[in-house]
């Protein structure tokens, strides 16, 4: 299987579960799609008006996960876990149905996207990929919260820190290289919450399917689930999790370095939207074995790419 060739599922992926906002039941079908397709997102609830694309300009709210609306007004929430999952396996081409407005929380991670993907399988076309890299340093900042995305050769980094204030979570910080390294413990981290804050965010209708079989809930220095972190680093490679889903907003892979402190959805888009500011800051290219040039890349150690 190529790495530079374009990439779908090989048979329909049928998930259930619950919004972890809404609360609500919601049933997801993950589709094979053509090349040069991408991904979408389609409300098989509505008879009309009903597909959206995962696309930075698409966002229409950025609080506490990532949702995503057409000109209609009809809208997918929570998708950064599934996303994350499509961008890490290298999917380029999906459709994803749904019947409700928000994607089902599973486990709080990308753990079950992830081997269900990988037990549909995964079927390679003959077109090649197209990624997006950027050829200038991008910086924002929003207080104390600040991230940037720089060129690179031919890989996918994020270095991701967050810094809380609650002593078992703490100042946590990880990198990887998206298309050399192992992600399972990125894949496997949940979506994590202080017990503090659980209250507020229900008084504003969020969280109301949030429990401790899809989240880790913190209060002062220790864990109310059952069961112990997945990992040293699970909360901050959940953000990188979530960071991988929102970039792929950007319709493509993409070849560059990204920082961030104490970052989020808002900000991760945010950062999108001032790189698309400029055609001269990025360039979509294609890419397959033969174009890439022997001393640019450890081609032996490349998973997936961009």
């Known amino acids: 299987m190529s790495i530079f060739k374009q990439k779908t599922i090989s048979k329909n992926i049928n998930i259930e579960g619950v919004g972890l906002h809404s609360g609500e039941k919601v049933s997801l079908v993950i589709k094979p799609s053509n090349p040069n397709t991408g991904i979408t997102f389609k409300r098989v609830d509505l008879n009309e008006n009903n597909e959206i694309l995962p696309d930075v300009y698409n966002v229409s709210s950025a609080v506490l996960c990532t949702t995503i609306s057409n000109e209609f007004g009809v809208k997918v929430s929570t998708i950064e876990h599934l996303m994350g999952a499509l961008f890490g396996l290298g999917i380029d081409n999906a459709l994803v149905e749904i019947n409700n407005e928000e994607v089902p929380i599973l486990d ?4 079950n996207f992830v081997e269900k993907i990988k037990e549909a399988g995964i079927t390679t076309s ?3 990929i197209k990624v997006i890299k950027i050829n200038n340093k991008i910086e924002h900042k929003n207080d104390t919260k600040t991230i940037s995305i720089e060129p690179s050769k031919i890989n996918l980094e994020i270095d991701f ?8 979570i703490g100042t946590q910080r990880n990198v990887v290289k998206v298309y050399e390294d192992d992600l399972e413990e990125i894949y496997n981290s949940r979506t994590f919450c202080l017990y503090e804050d659980v209250a507020k965010l229900q008084s504003m209708g969020l969280a109301l399917g949030g429990s401790l079989n899809n989240a880790i809930v913190v209060k002062n220095d220790k864990l109310l689930n059952d069961n112990p972190l997945r990992n040293d680093k699970e909360f901050v490679n959940h953000k990188i999790l979530d960071c991988m889903g929102d970039l792929y907003l950007s319709g493509y892979k993409i070849i560059g370095k990204i920082k961030c402190s104490q970052g989020g959805h808002k900000l991760t888009n945010d950062l999108l939207r001032k790189v698309f500011e ?3 800051n990025y360039s979509i290219i294609e890419i397959d074995e033969k174009s890439v040039p022997h001393t640019l890349i450890h081609k032996q150690k490349l998973k997936s790419i961009a």
């Open 108 to 111: 709080g991670s990308g753990k």
């Open 126 to 128: 003959k077109s090649p």
């Open 161 to 168: 820190e967050i810094k809380y204030q609650n002593e078992m």
């Open 278 to 280: 400029d055609k001269s």
